[in-house]
């Protein structure tokens, strides 16, 4: 019976938290394991830093939360959720994904099975992750041990689709390891599971759902700009065009953070391994990367045009989005690297990013709100509820003049109630 398996969840970040949640409030034996020593004493102490988790579930669940290599041996079913991001030459990163593999090995017994959930291109698990496993283990893959693929769907700060709450593609090496992996699932995940016929299926389903959902971005970022140069708001054709049936709702804006901006790179690269050098993914990709630096030149073209100084701009946001502390990949930093070419002065003001990490990843003082000089310009990168619930009134107070440009990137702020002498530009 699934009751009888134990879990460990290795990597409890935005993703491996929830599901080694989830696991231990229906009874399993849940271990997670995770080598941030910060991370494992809050957990302990019943935080959840990335607020995926509630204090609540965290205090209300006998899970073991370790750093020590020694209590994975506990269980029988691991499941690998560790970061798989990128390099600078937009090159897969698997060091986690190895490393981790590296430690189950070394817990692994005759019967157990090993579910990697963290995103990688088709044929990584069973290429680049099984040698591992055996090296550490000494055992043979598909004869003592076997391995699953089950994509994660977490969406950072959704608090409707949840991990038990979104459907869940499995898949085993064979048929038995298939069966057990959709069945352990099913358990803790409401939505119920799909099961894919082979672990390159699944590997495949996860990469295409964020390609597709990046290249449906950056044809709303390349109509932006079309239609600024046509003089027509974005935001009122798309509010035309969704009227039909058909029209698949998107916006434009900042592509970042760990899923849409990294994972079509795990695609291409195995595309080109094969011999196809993929022209729809990457034109995306280079559109998508591009904005912050349209947005920074924007705000600079406009301050111009108004006849300003181009001195200082206040961006309100770090973060990859809304509403969440995550930091990676952000590509609200691009707007800051592009105006700082120019010689301009900025200031960074978000309420969920963490100081230490903004000056570590971005080299970036966080200042507060309140402290922050008149600024030129402003620029809203990352619209947390923080700053829509202030609407223009903080807006303004940050303008020298209570004037100036003021760059709405998502379009949170109410365009009829743009106070005079501000010239507002977004997306």
Not at 370 to 383: C, F, Q, R, S
């Given at each position: 019976?699934?009751?009888?398996?134990k879990?460990?969840?290795?990597?409890?970040?935005?993703?491996?938290?929830?599901?080694?949640?989830?696991?231990?409030?229906?009874?399993?034996?849940?271990?997670?394991?995770?080598?941030?020593?910060?991370?494992?004493?809050?957990?302990?102490?019943?935080?959840?830093?990335?607020?995926?988790?509630?204090?609540?579930?965290?205090?209300?669940?006998?899970?073991?939360?370790?750093?020590?290599?020694?209590?994975?041996?506990k269980a029988?079913?691991?499941?690998?959720?560790?970061?798989?991001?990128?390099?600078?030459?937009?090159?897969?990163?698997?060091?986690?994904?190895?490393?981790?593999?590296?430690?189950?090995?070394?817990?692994?017994k005759k019967?157990?099975?090993?579910?990697?959930?963290?995103?990688?291109?088709?044929?990584a698990?069973e290429?680049?992750?099984?040698?591992?496993l055996?090296?550490?283990?000494?055992?043979?893959?598909?004869?003592?041990?076997?391995?699953?693929?089950s994509?994660?769907?977490?969406?950072?700060g959704?608090?409707?689709?949840?991990?038990?709450?979104?459907?869940?593609?499995?898949?085993?090496q064979?048929?038995?390891?298939?069966?057990?992996?959709?069945?352990?699932?099913?358990s803790?995940?409401?939505?119920?599971?799909?099961?894919?016929p082979?672990?390159?299926?699944?590997?495949?389903?996860?990469?295409?759902?964020?390609?597709?959902?990046?290249?449906?971005?950056?044809?709303?970022?390349?109509?932006?700009?079309?239609?600024?140069?046509?003089?027509?708001?974005?935001?009122?054709?798309?509010?035309a065009?969704?009227?039909?049936?058909?029209?698949?709702?998107?916006?434009?804006?900042?592509?970042?953070?760990?899923?849409?901006?990294?994972d079509?790179?795990?695609?291409?690269?195995?595309?080109?391994?094969?011999?196809?050098?993929?022209?729809?993914?990457?034109?995306?990709?280079?559109?998508?990367?591009?904005?912050?630096?349209?947005i920074a030149?924007?705000?600079?073209?406009?301050?111009?045009?108004?006849?300003?100084?181009?001195?200082?701009?206040?961006?309100?946001?770090?973060?990859?989005?809304?509403?969440?502390?995550?930091?990676?990949?952000?590509?609200?930093?691009?707007?800051?690297?592009?105006?700082?070419?120019?010689?301009?002065?900025?200031?960074?003001?978000?309420?969920?990013?963490?100081?230490?990490?903004a000056?570590?990843?971005y080299?970036?003082?966080?200042s507060?709100?309140?402290?922050?000089?008149?600024?030129?310009?402003?620029?809203?990168?990352?619209?947390?509820?923080?700053?829509?619930?202030?609407?223009?009134?903080?807006?303004?107070?940050?303008?020298?003049?209570?004037s100036?440009?003021?760059?709405?990137?998502?379009?949170?702020?109410?365009?009829?109630?743009?106070?005079?002498?501000?010239?507002?530009?977004?997306?």
């Amino acid at each position: 019976m699934n009751s009888q398996r134990k879990i460990a969840v290795i990597g409890l970040g935005y993703v491996g938290l929830p599901v080694a949640v989830a696991f231990a409030k229906k009874g399993f034996e849940t271990v997670g394991f995770d080598v941030d020593e910060s991370r494992i004493t809050q957990l302990q102490g019943g935080f959840d830093r990335t607020f995926e988790v509630s204090n609540e579930d965290l205090s209300s669940i006998e899970a073991v939360f370790s750093r020590r290599a020694e209590d994975l041996k506990k269980a029988d079913f691991f499941i690998v959720t560790v970061p798989t991001p990128v390099d600078e030459a937009n090159q897969p990163d698997l060091r986690a994904l190895r490393s981790a593999s590296r430690t189950v090995g070394g817990a692994l017994k005759k019967g157990d099975i090993v579910v990697y959930e963290s995103t990688v291109y088709p044929g990584a698990t069973e290429e680049e992750c099984v040698p591992v496993l055996e090296e550490s283990s000494g055992l043979v893959c598909g004869r003592d041990f076997t391995v699953g693929y089950s994509p994660e769907r977490i969406n950072p700060g959704d608090k409707e689709h949840t991990f038990t709450k979104i459907r869940k593609v499995v898949s085993g090496q064979d048929e038995q390891t298939r069966d057990i992996v959709a069945e352990v699932y099913s358990s803790v995940v409401t939505a119920g599971v799909h099961v894919a016929p082979t672990i390159k299926v699944a590997e495949a389903a996860k990469v295409i759902e964020n390609a597709q959902r990046d290249i449906n971005i950056a044809f709303m970022n390349e109509l932006s700009h079309i239609f600024q140069l046509l003089g027509i708001d974005t935001a009122d054709v798309l509010a035309a065009a969704a009227t039909k049936w058909n029209f698949l709702p998107f916006n434009p804006g900042l592509v970042g953070g760990h899923c849409i901006g990294v994972d079509p790179y795990y695609l291409t690269y195995r595309s080109e391994k094969a011999g196809y050098h993929p022209q729809v993914i990457l034109s995306g990709r280079r559109i998508n990367d591009s904005v912050g630096e349209r947005i920074a030149r924007e705000c600079i073209r406009l301050m111009l045009q108004k006849g300003q100084k181009v001195e200082r701009v206040l961006q309100l946001g770090l973060t990859f989005k809304e509403n969440v502390p995550d930091l990676r990949n952000s590509k609200a930093a691009s707007i800051l690297r592009e105006l700082n070419k120019f010689g301009i002065s900025t200031a960074v003001v978000d309420p969920w990013a963490s100081s230490d990490e903004a000056l570590h990843e971005y080299d970036v003082q966080l200042s507060d709100l309140n402290e922050v000089e008149p600024a030129d310009a402003v620029i809203v990168a990352v619209p947390h509820r923080d700053f829509a619930s202030q609407g223009w009134p903080m807006i303004t107070s940050c303008l020298k003049n209570r004037s100036g440009v003021v760059i709405d990137v998502r379009g949170m702020l109410d365009r009829a109630a743009k106070p005079e002498g501000v010239t507002l530009w977004r997306l």
